[in-house]
């Protein structure tokens, strides 16, 4: 039997690489036997013939090579490779084929090479040849196609000993399958096989990690087996795909619980949806695999290396077994997204609406006597206390919350005893004033200074105005702040009585300026207000720093009770 084409091309390759260099190295003698004697050049001239007529020879050689290449990749047939027979008696075949990957060089062609600076590889005969470069394996897949259904799995490593049950240690033969889903496609594979020897070689080329890359497609399961050869073999395992109609009834099953979707998420397959009626998982005879190999058993080694490996893609993905069977994940998951939907707005239509609470419209509009309103509690006698807040750091004064819900109180309490709300007419300067005066003690403490200067702030006051309308409310309230700051003209009357009353106690004679009556010193100050009452105010002599003094009084003469003696007056 001939050498294989493969192998004669490449040694085609590596005889056309020497006389290449043998050609280069003969150049390289010539150029440096030029510079010698004419007789050097005649050895150069008869260099240059042999070199002529090798180089002739190396181009026939090129046309050989040409011709062995073109056959030299083709997949084998059965006559050309019987080394990979059936049975055991193929391992020998595939070993004796090794003996025709070199053939012997013609002594003729073997020539001493002087090295030189193109060629620092060129070794004279019994030199140490340079270490060869180490092979790196190349996998055959194509992973950059992979889409919705193609999906590529790089090679698996060496699968972990199984643990043992016994005292005996542990079971070295390795475990392909761990879940119940990939133990069930390991006994489709191995009921269905007809030669246990093949199984037996299919697991230990599984084991030694000669499947490449594994690619997934609808019904079929693509991997190259590397064999004894050294050129892997092209095996596919075919498994039949579902119809729509059995893809119908896998799904309506699917979304009937929860339970199902919730396991395929997390990479599981519930007993219950592979024994739905539709055939998930193969039989015995579902599997229907082909190599490229000559070998015709069913299965081959290869094809069995393969089926091994592809259980533990299974184990560790069900929707592989899925793509297997026609549809890819997200083509699944989409679908079951939409029947989950469909039928909860299915259930929710049939549902029966629950009753709303409440009466017909004809029943509430009817005329009816309603029952009378039950008697209104009394009113307490005055607003209780509030709670007493704790102080915090960097919170809101305890005094300040006190007295703004004792405020809200006497409110709340006036609105339910009067009807009304009289502190809801005051403008916000008004009610600032209120507050400020309803602040019990008298002196500007650094409390009352600091929620006076709160106040006017929010007013838009200075706390002095403030401080100045404080007195005036709690001299008389609303009409007393009025005093204050709005003079006016009253009428003849009561004022215009008011000087003589005055020089009838002895007192000097006030100047008049529209409601205010001054005392010539300019020390003391009576102003009538509108609820015909009159305020007494007092300042220092010539400064026109008026403040309220006293009680409102009718009498002028009384409203200055108090103020000092008749002499200072």
Same mark, same amino acid.
């Given at each position: ?8 091309a490449r040694e085609a390759l ?21 510079? $010698? ?8 001239? %008869? ?60 002594? *003729? ?52 000993? %199984? ?5 005996? @240690? ?60 050294p050129r892997p073999y092209r ?16 799904? #309506? ?5 929860? @339970? ?48 091994? !490996? ?16 026609? %549809? $890819?994940?997200?083509?699944?998951? #989409? ?8 039928r909860a707005a299915r259930a ?48 809101? #004064?305890?005094?300040?919350?006190? !007295? ?36 019990? $003690? ?17 007013? !838009? ?13 709690? !001299? ?12 006016? *003209?009253?009428?003849? $009357?009561?004022? #215009? ?55 409102? *009084? ?16």
């Amino acid at each position: 039997m001939g050498p294989r084409p493969g192998d004669a091309a490449r040694e085609a390759l590596r005889a056309a690489r020497g006389e290449a260099r043998r050609a280069r190295a003969d150049e390289a003698v010539v150029r440096g036997a030029g510079r $010698g004697s004419g007789a050097g050049r005649g050895v150069a001239a %008869r260099r240059t013939s042999v070199g002529g007529a090798r180089g002739r020879g190396t181009g026939g050689r090129a046309l050989e090579l040409r011709e062995l290449l073109a056959n030299a990749f083709r997949m084998p047939t059965g006559a050309e490779e019987p080394g990979e027979g059936a049975g055991d008696s193929n391992a020998d075949s595939e070993q004796g084929a090794a003996s025709h990957r070199t053939a012997p060089i013609a002594s *003729d062609e073997v020539e001493t090479l002087v090295p030189s600076a193109e060629h620092p590889h060129a070794t004279t005969p019994g030199a140490t040849p340079p270490p060869p470069l180490p092979r790196v394996p190349h996998s055959m897949a194509a992973p950059s196609r992979d889409g919705e259904l193609r999906r590529t799995f790089p090679a698996f490593p060496s699968p972990a000993p %199984r643990a043992s049950s016994s005292d005996a @240690g542990p079971d070295t033969s390795p475990r392909f399958a761990e879940t119940w889903w990939g133990n069930a496609w390991i006994a489709a594979l191995e009921q269905g096989a007809l030669d246990p020897k093949r199984l037996a070689r299919g697991r230990s080329y599984a084991e030694q990690g000669h499947v490449d890359a594994i690619t997934v497609t609808p019904g079929v399961v693509l991997a190259y087996v590397q064999g004894s050869r050294p050129r892997p073999y092209r095996v596919q395992v075919r498994l039949r795909t579902l119809d729509d109609a059995e893809w119908a009834r896998f799904l #309506d099953v699917a979304v009937e619980r929860p @339970g199902h979707i919730a396991a395929l998420l997390d990479r599981e397959l519930p007993h219950s949806l592979a024994d739905c009626g539709v055939p998930l998982l193969p039989g015995p005879r579902d599997l229907d695999p082909h190599c490229s190999c000559p070998d015709r058993g069913h299965p081959c080694k290869h094809a069995a290396a393969l089926c091994y !490996q592809t259980a533990r893609l299974l184990d560790a993905d069900p929707f592989v077994l899925l793509l297997l069977r026609g %549809r $890819g994940e997200r083509e699944l998951l #989409d679908a079951l997204s939409r029947l989950n939907a469909a039928r909860a707005a299915r259930a929710a239509q049939e549902r029966e609406p629950a009753p709303l609470p409440g009466v017909r419209a004809t029943e509430a509009l009817a005329a009816r006597r309603l029952p009378p309103l039950p008697p209104p509690l009394p009113a307490p006698a005055h607003p209780e206390q509030p709670p007493a807040y704790p102080a915090a750091p960097g919170g809101p #004064d305890p005094f300040a919350l006190d !007295q703004l819900a004792t405020d809200a109180a006497a409110r709340a309490h006036a609105l339910l005893t009067t009807g009304r709300d009289p502190v809801g007419e005051l403008t916000l300067w008004q009610d600032a004033v209120r507050l400020a005066a309803a602040r019990p $003690g008298s002196g500007l403490t650094a409390g009352t200074r600091a929620l006076y200067a709160s106040l006017a702030s929010a007013a !838009q006051r200075t706390p002095s105005e403030l401080a100045r309308a404080v007195a005036a409310w709690r !001299q008389g309230g609303l009409e007393g702040l009025a005093v204050l700051e709005e003079p006016w *003209d009253p009428p003849a $009357g009561r004022f #215009d009585r008011a000087r003589p009353l005055l020089l009838a106690a002895d007192l000097p004679a006030f100047r008049p300026w529209r409601n205010h009556l001054s005392h010539p010193r300019g020390h003391v100050q009576l102003r009538f207000g509108r609820d015909g009452l009159w305020y007494a105010y007092e300042s220092e002599p010539g400064d026109e720093d008026w403040w309220p003094r006293g009680t409102p *009084d009718l009498d002028p003469v009384g409203a200055l009770t108090g103020l000092g003696t008749p002499n200072d007056l």
